[in-house]
Nanobody, 126 residues
Framework: QVQLVESGGGLVQAGGSLRLSCTAS????????MGWYRQTPGKQRELVAE??????ANYADSVKGRFIISGDSPNTVALQMNNLKPEDTAVYYC?????????????????????WGQGTQVTVSS
């Protein structure tokens, strides 16, 4: 099991900045990628940004050039959000994608899944 603890978020005026942080604990060796998703009422959770060690980061088109994802260690991920817009208002969730192998070598099975943080509210006023 992996636990994700988020910090940051809050209320900011349009054009301002916020920084979100997430720390994973537990079986962190199973984590392959970490990132951030966001969700507004009535909409599906959407990817904001994600990254893996030694790999390039992926960003949603709506945040490219404004948000920066970084990892200070294998079990932490931060999201620097600049030039925030009212449409960035949402609950932001830290995500960790895990992968484990199961079974004998001749019949190994790859198991994959997601861990989620509790979510942190980001509100951008116009």
């Amino acid at each position: 099991q992996v636990q994700l603890v988020e910090s940051g978020g809050g209320l900011v005026q349009a054009g301002g900045s916020l920084r979100l942080s997430c720390t994973a604990s537990g079986n962190i060796f199973s984590i392959k990628r970490m990132g951030w998703y966001r969700q507004t009422p009535g909409k599906q959770r959407e990817l904001v940004a994600e990254m893996a060690s030694g790999d390039s980061a992926n960003y949603a088109d709506s945040v490219k050039g404004r948000f920066i994802i970084s990892g200070d260690s294998p079990n932490t991920v931060a999201l620097q959000m600049n030039n925030l817009k009212p449409e960035d208002t949402a609950v932001y969730y830290c995500n960790a994608k895990w992968e484990r192998l199961r079974g004998p070598v001749e019949r190994v099975e790859v198991l994959r899944g997601d861990y989620w943080g509790q979510g942190t509210q980001v509100t951008v006023s116009s």
